[in-house]
């Protein structure tokens, strides 16, 4: 028995359950634990959302579906973005009104070439009203790991309320595990041992979000249309 184990085992021990290695995770481990803290309603939940983003300092924005083209265009013009990369299959209607160029984001884009970029517009899986948290999984609209890493301007749309979980549980029943994750919790920043924060370090130092209210009926009635092909590399 290695020391791992010997460690794993009074873990499990402590947690009142066998201290041999559970069969299977879905059905030995106790999932006892609170969902959420607090009952709230639906609307008190995006509130929270809203409250902790801004309390991590993402910038919040708030709009119907049939608005959300024109507040993405108004963000990056106030950010004087002349580039933005998006996924293969943000909705073409978010970005319908933007004047910056489009960027593709291809296989063999590098990190700086990504760096050149002013701005990068994506959706995301699932936002966690308790923690503040955005999650990316990856999907077609919200493209590679990489793309929201590099570039320092990051609009992230989240859909209000299909989107919003109280708890980082309820977060995890909706994700895949499998996919590559990216939880995001405000802009990047960090600190060293004298408590001096740095933000830019490990991914944008801008982050805004957009909680959008509607069900993407604004695309049209034959579902949202995808993002045309845009400037190469």
């Known amino acids: 028995m290695s020391s791992r184990d010997v460690i794993l085992g009074r873990v499990r021990r402590a947690l009142g359950g066998p201290a041999g290695e559970p069969a299977t995770y879905g059905t030995d481990i106790d999932r006892g634990y609170l969902r959420e803290h607090g009952a709230r309603t639906t609307e008190e939940t ?11 300092r993402a910038v919040v ?15 990056l013009a106030e950010r004087g973005a002349q580039t933005v990369v998006v ?10 009104a933007v004047d910056a160029t489009r960027i593709h984001d291809r296989a063999a884009t590098t990190a700086a070439e990504l760096d050149r970029v002013d701005s990068v517009v994506t959706a995301c899986a699932v936002a966690i009203a308790e923690t503040g948290t955005i999650v990316l999984d990856g999907s077609p609209d919200q493209g590679r790991r990489r793309l929201t890493l590099v570039p320092d301007h990051h609009i992230c749309v989240v859909r209000v309320p ?3 979980v109280s708890s980082v549980p309820q977060a995890l029943e909706r994700l895949d595990p499998t996919r590559p994750l990216t939880w995001i919790s405000g802009p990047s920043a960090t600190s060293d041992i004298e408590l001096d924060r740095v933000e830019g370090v490990h991914g944008p130092r801008t982050l805004e979000v957009v909680l959008c209210e509607g069900d993407g009926s604004a695309a049209g009635v034959n579902g949202p249309e995808r993002t045309p092909a845009a400037r190469p590399w």
């Open 46 to 56: 995006v509130e929270l959302l809203a409250e902790n983003l801004a309390d991590y």
């Open 61 to 75: 924005h708030r709009c119907t579906d049939e608005e959300l083209s024109e507040v993405i265009m108004r963000l």
């Open 87 to 96: 996924p293969p299959e943000l909705p073409a209607y978010w970005i319908k």
């Open 162 to 164: 299909g989107q919003v």
